[in-house]
């Protein structure tokens, strides 16, 4: 098991930037891990992740924006996210997947709005 905690969401005007945070309680290098984001009334989409190999997928939304980090060492996950628009805006989670189970954090809402 692994508990996540996100940070780092907020109001932002158009144009700006935001890092957001994920804190697990565990290791998770190595497993499948990164970020997702839920607009109101729309499904829960990939923005970046890290695949199992540590190769880097984006979202064509997110590509030359927004870029995903790791800090192994403590355990966590970064999104530094540049350039945002108010289409961004949206509840962010933090996921990652264990031998088959998927995790998530409780999220940290993102909104870009003059």
């Known amino acids: 098991q692994v508990q996540l905690v996100e940070s780092g969401g907020g109001l932002v005007q158009p144009g700006g930037s935001l890092r957001l945070s994920c804190a697990a309680s565990?290791?998770?290098?190595?497993?499948?891990r990164g970020w997702y984001r839920q607009a109101p009334g729309k499904e829960r989409e990939l923005v970046a992740i890290?695949?199992?190999?540590?190769?880097?997928n984006y979202a064509d939304s997110a590509k030359d924006r927004f870029t995903i980090t790791t800090d192994n060492f403590v355990n966590r996950v970064y999104l530094q996210m540049n350039s945002l628009k108010p289409e961004d805006t949206a509840v962010y989670y933090c996921?990652?997947?264990?031998?088959?189970?998927?995790?998530w954090g409780q999220g940290t809402q993102v909104t870009v709005s003059s």
């Open positions: 996921n990652v997947e264990i031998r088959g189970q998927s995790y």
């Open positions: 565990r290791s998770i290098l190595g497993f499948k």
């Open positions: 890290f695949t199992t190999g540590g190769k880097t």
